[in-house]
C-alpha cells in the first residue's frame, strides 16, 4: 500500500508531485481539493480501495492529496509515527499535524513524535501544551518523551516549571536514565542554575562522556572555569576518553577565564593523546584564548599553522582582539582576511 511507503521514498514522491503541481494551472485546485476530501471520506471509512482507485485517477497529486491517502492507509499501522517524524524534520508541522490529528488513537510514539517535530522547530510551548495534554489523556511516557520535554523547557528558560518536570522524572524512577540525566543538566545550566545541574552529575551512577561534557561546558558557561577544569581532570582519571565537544567545553573554559597555560595544554593533548584533530571550534577558542591575552604574533601565527583554512570566525576572533589591545596596524591586515574569509564561508555553505 502507498501508505507504507517510507520516509525518504516519501520525500521524492512528494517533491515530484510537488513539481508537476506547480506547472497546472491554479484552476484546478479546487478539482485537486475535492479529490482529496473524497480519499480522505473513503479511506477513514474503511474503503482502502475506493480511495486508492480515486488517488490513481488523480492527473497531479500534491501534498494534501499525498496526506490524506497516507492518514487513511496509515492510520492503521505503525508507519504514521515515521511519517510524523518525517514531516516534522521537514518543517511541516501542518502536515504533521493533520496526520497525527487524524489518529483514532495515541500511543507514546505517536505522541513523541509530534511533541519532537513542534520542539525541533522552535515551537517549544506547543510542544510543552503537547505533553500536558498527552498526560491528561493518561498516556504513559517514557525516557524519549521526557527528554524531549526537556529540551524545550531549557529552551523557555522556566526554572520554577523545569523543578517540575525533574520531579516528575524523579517520580517515575526515571532519575537513573544516561540520556535524561545530561538533557537535564543542560537544562539547568541553560537556565543558571549550575548547583541543581552539579546535583543532577552527582547522583548519576554511570557518567559517560556526554556526561561530563555536559557539565563541563555547565561549569564553563557560569564562569567556573577551576572547577570545569577540575571536572575535566577527574575524567581523565576515571578512564573516560574525551571527545572534541569535551575540548570545545574545556577550551571554552579556559579563555572565559583567561587559563592560556590550560588552555594551551589541552589543545596540544588533543592530538599527543587522543589522536583528535583539532576542528575549527577549537582552533577558534585557541585565538579567542591568546587573543585576549595580548598575544597577538603567538595568535596569528597559530592561524599561519593551523591544519585547516581559517573561517570569518577565527579571524574574527583575533580582529576583536586586536581592537581591544589597540594594534590597528594587525587589526588592518586581519580585517582583509577576515573580509575575504566570509563570502567563501557563506558559499560553502550554501553550494
Known amino acids: 500500500m502507498r501508505a507504507c511507503l517510507d520516509g525518504e521514498k516519501m520525500g521524492e514522491v512528494v517533491k515530484e508531485e510537488e513539481e508537476g503541481f506547480e506547472e497546472e494551472s491554479n484552476s484546478d485546485d479546487s478539482i485537486d481539493g475535492q479529490t482529496s476530501s473524497l480519499i480522505s471520506m473513503y479511506a477513514q471509512s474503511g474503503e482502502t480501495l475506493d480511495s486508492e ?10 501534498v494534501v492529496s499525498w496526506t490524506a491517502m497516507i492518514a487513511g492507509g ?22 504533521a499535524w493533520s496526520l497525527f490529528d487524524q489518529m483514532k488513537e495515541h500511543s507514546v510514539v505517536s505522541w513523541n513524535a509530534i511533541i519532537t517535530a513542534y520542539e525541533q522547530n522552535d515551537v517549544g510551548s506547543s510542544a510543552i501544551k503537547l505533553f500536558h495534554r498527552m498526560l491528561d489523556e493518561g498516556v504513559e511516557f517514557d525516557y524519549i518523551t521526557v527528554v524531549t520535554v526537556i529540551s524545550a523547557f531549557a529552551r523557555l528558560g522556566a526554572l520554577d516549571t523545569e523543578k517540575w518536570v525533574h520531579e516528575l522524572v524523579k517520580s517515575k524512577g526515571l532519575e537513573c536514565n544516561v540520556s535524561l540525566t545530561n538533557a537535564l543538566i543542560d537544562m539547568y545550566a541553560k537556565c543558571e542554575s549550575i548547583e541543581s545541574a552539579r546535583d543532577v552529575f552527582y547522583r548519576l551512577p554511570n557518567r559517560t562522556v556526554v556526561s ?6 555547565a561549569c564553563a558557561s557560569h564562569g567556573r572555569g577551576r572547577d570545569a577544569v577540575e571536572f575535566f581532570s577527574r575524567m581523565k582519571e576515571e578512564g573516560i576518553q574525551p571527545n572534541s565537544f569535551t575540548f570545545t567545553a574545556v577550551l571554552t573554559t579556559c579563555r572565559h577565564s583567561g587559563l592560556v597555560e590550560e588552555g594551551r595544554k589541552h589543545f596540544e593533548s588533543m592530538r599527543t593523546e587522543y589522536s583528535i584533530v583539532p576542528g575549527m571550534e577549537q582552533c577558534a577558542c585557541m585565538v579567542d584564548l591568546l587573543g585576549r591575552a595580548g598575544q597577538l604574533l603567538e595568535a596569528y601565527e597559530f592561524i599561519e599553522n593551523m591544519p585547516i583554512e581559517p573561517d570569518a570566525n577565527v579571524w ?9 589591545h589597540g594594534n590597528l596596524e594587525m587589526a588592518e591586515y586581519v580585517a582583509d582576511w577576515y573580509l575575504i574569509s566570509i563570502p567563501r564561508q557563506f558559499l560553502s555553505t550554501y553550494s
Open 53 to 62: 482507485l480515486v488517488f490513481d485517477q488523480m492527473r497531479v497529486r500534491n
Open 74 to 95: 496509515a492510520k492503521r499501522c505503525s508507519l504514521v509515527n515515521a511519517l510524523i517524524a518525517f514531516y516534522g524534520k521537514c518543517g511541516l508541522l501542518d502536515v
Open 212 to 217: 561530563w561534557s555536559s557539565i563541563i561546558g
Open 316 to 324: 574574527g576572533a583575533l580582529l576583536g582582539a586586536c581592537k581591544i
